[in-house]
């Protein structure tokens, strides 16, 4: 995999920060299709998506000083960006709901007993990924960094080694320590 795409979204990010229009437009187009599926997995439903995503962009436009290339890849940042922003609009929906009445009409009983997505699994994928995010965040920069890759990105632990130009051994030690952490750590949220 070429570090070229990391380069040009750096850049993009770069030129963000300091309020350049072109680059946010730029940004969206090569980063929006994968990132709305991300948002698709999180809510489930393509409305909310879009507005996640468009929510997603305007935090991006706020925020793309904070972004330190040295920490995590553009995609990754990106990526929790985008499953923030999920997650916040799933809390939003929830509480939206509990203003409801608990008449459901004919159609909203038929979604319910569908095959669609159990709305208390969903529940339960969102405080996972709260606590996973909360998780990453205590790992040490080098450590958070090989596991994002490795799961994000779906590399082995040679792809890693490659990439970073750091010992075979280094990685997996990283990698391992970095679990370890996260196992502990979400054990507390279980």
């Known amino acids: 995999m070429s570090a070229q795409p990391d380069d040009t979204l750096i850049a993009l990010l770069d030129r963000v920060a300091a309020r350049d229009e072109a680059a946010l437009k730029a940004l969206y187009d090569l980063t929006a299709g994968k990132l709305m ?9 393509t409305e909310w998506a879009e507005d996640v995503l468009q929510e997603t962009f305007l935090h991006i436009w706020r925020s793309a000083g904070d972004y330190r290339a040295s920490l995590s890849p553009p995609m990754a940042w990106l990526g929790l960006i985008v499953r923030s922003r999920s997650l916040d609009c799933l809390r939003r ?28 699994d969903l529940s339960l994928a969102s405080q996972q990924a709260w606590a996973l995010h909360q998780c990453l965040r205590q790992l040490n920069a080098k450590q958070r960094e090989v596991v994002s890759l ?29 679990l370890d952490q996260l196992r502990l750590c979400m054990a507390r949220f279980a």
Do not use: C, F
């Open 150 to 178: 490795a799961y994000l990105r779906d590399l082995s632990h040679g792809e890693l080694a490659g990439q970073l130009n750091l010992p075979l051994g280094t990685v997996k030690t990283w990698i391992r320590r970095g």
């Open 37 to 45: 599926g991300l948002a698709m997995r999180v809510v489930g439903k």
């Open 93 to 120: 929906r929830g509480a939206e709901r509990v203003h409801l009445t608990d008449e459901l009409d004919d159609s909203l009983q038929d979604t319910l007993a569908g095959d669609g997505d159990d709305p208390a």
